[in-house]
């Protein structure tokens, strides 16, 4: 009888071990700035697909310091367990009225995390995101959360600085923002090869979350920049300004997916 490969993903070897990405649960860990945004909506159809909605003119840019596992063991070995990533997401008006969020732009520093990030819908790639971490001393060093704590957040795409972001604490309680507050859909689509000139066949889909905890939310007001790029097309919001934002820690299982 023919034996059987165990790899979830790529590399594909009869023990599995040496896969990217095992299969769900997957569990996350991380603490978030999360930039509320207004942007404009001209290019919509360039964002979004028009038979899954248009983009409402609101939206979030996270900037997240994560860990993550799925039997635990991946946080004895933390190189498998952390990362950083920016996460860019607008809000949509679906045909029916109802209202979700969508993922046209993620960046991750993390192999594991972007294959993981793929399967779910999120078009992820490389970046280098960088963000002050709130630790819980009173310390000069520590950006205790409380009122007056300045803290930034920056995002390199190919050496090239794309994001920057700061956030003021206000001491007022905040908000759960973007995908931390409503559904995100996600889309998959894989072209092949053996038809090098046919567009990938694409798919909505919606990750399964359970689990779900999170701190308190804590309010701050927010700036962003955003500088020019040669390949990435966050420039297709048009004008962004910060409206907003708060700053908090977040747990979530993801356990699969299912189609729109």
């Given at each position: 009888?023919?034996?059987?490969?165990?790899?979830?993903?790529?590399?594909?070897?009869?023990?599995?071990?040496s896969?990217?990405?095992?299969?769900?649960p997957?569990?996350?860990?991380?603490?978030?700035?999360?930039?509320?945004?207004?942007?404009?909506?001209?290019?919509?159809?360039?964002?979004?697909?028009?038979?899954?909605?248009?983009?409402?003119?609101?939206?979030?840019?996270?900037?997240?310091?994560?860990?993550?596992?799925?039997?635990?063991?991946e946080?004895?070995?933390?190189?498998?367990?952390?990362?950083?990533?920016?996460?860019?997401?607008?809000?949509?008006?679906?045909?029916?009225?109802?209202?979700?969020?969508?993922?046209?732009?993620?960046?991750?520093?993390?192999d594991?995390?972007?294959?993981?990030?793929?399967?779910?819908?999120?078009?992820?790639?490389?970046?280098s995101?960088?963000?002050?971490?709130?630790l819980?001393?009173?310390?000069?060093?520590a950006?205790?959360?409380?009122?007056?704590?300045?803290?930034?957040?920056?995002?390199?795409?190919?050496?090239?600085?794309?994001?920057?972001a700061?956030?003021?604490?206000?001491?007022?309680?905040?908000?759960?923002?973007?995908?931390?507050?409503?559904?995100?859909i996600?889309?998959?689509?894989?072209?092949?090869l053996?038809?090098?000139?046919?567009?990938?066949?694409?798919?909505?889909?919606?990750?399964?979350?359970?689990?779900?905890v999170?701190?308190?939310?804590?309010?701050?007001?927010?700036?962003?920049?955003i500088?020019?790029?040669?390949?990435?097309?966050?420039?297709?919001?048009?004008?962004?300004?910060a409206?907003?934002?708060?700053?908090?820690?977040?747990?979530?299982?993801?356990?699969?997916?299912?189609?729109?």
């Amino acid at each position: 009888m023919e034996r059987r490969f165990a790899s979830f993903t790529a590399p594909f070897t009869i023990s599995g071990r040496s896969a990217i990405v095992p299969p769900p649960p997957w569990h996350y860990a991380g603490w978030l700035i999360n930039v509320a945004m207004r942007f404009e909506t001209e290019n919509s159809s360039a964002i979004v697909p028009e038979k899954l909605g248009r983009v409402t003119g609101n939206g979030c840019i996270h900037f997240a310091d994560w860990q993550a596992t799925t039997d635990g063991s991946e946080l004895l070995d933390p190189v498998y367990a952390q990362y950083r990533e920016t996460i860019v997401i607008v809000e949509i008006e679906r045909p029916d009225g109802s209202v979700f969020n969508f993922c046209p732009f993620i960046w991750v520093d993390q192999d594991i995390s972007l294959v993981r990030g793929l399967l779910q819908g999120w078009p992820k790639k490389l970046g280098s995101t960088y963000l002050t971490r709130s630790l819980p001393i009173e310390h000069p060093a520590a950006a205790p959360i409380k009122t007056g704590t300045c803290m930034g957040a920056t995002l390199s795409v190919k050496d090239r600085r794309l994001i920057e972001a700061s956030v003021k604490l206000t001491g007022k309680p905040g908000q759960a923002l973007g995908f931390l507050a409503n559904r995100t859909i996600g889309t998959v689509g894989w072209p092949d090869l053996t038809q090098p000139q046919a567009q990938p066949k694409l798919q909505w889909v919606l990750p399964d979350i359970r689990g779900k905890v999170s701190s308190d939310w804590h309010d701050a007001d927010a700036t962003l920049r955003i500088l020019p790029h040669p390949i990435e097309e966050l420039s297709l919001l048009g004008d962004i300004n910060a409206t907003g934002a708060s700053v908090g820690w977040v747990g979530i299982t993801v356990v699969g997916a299912t189609i729109l």
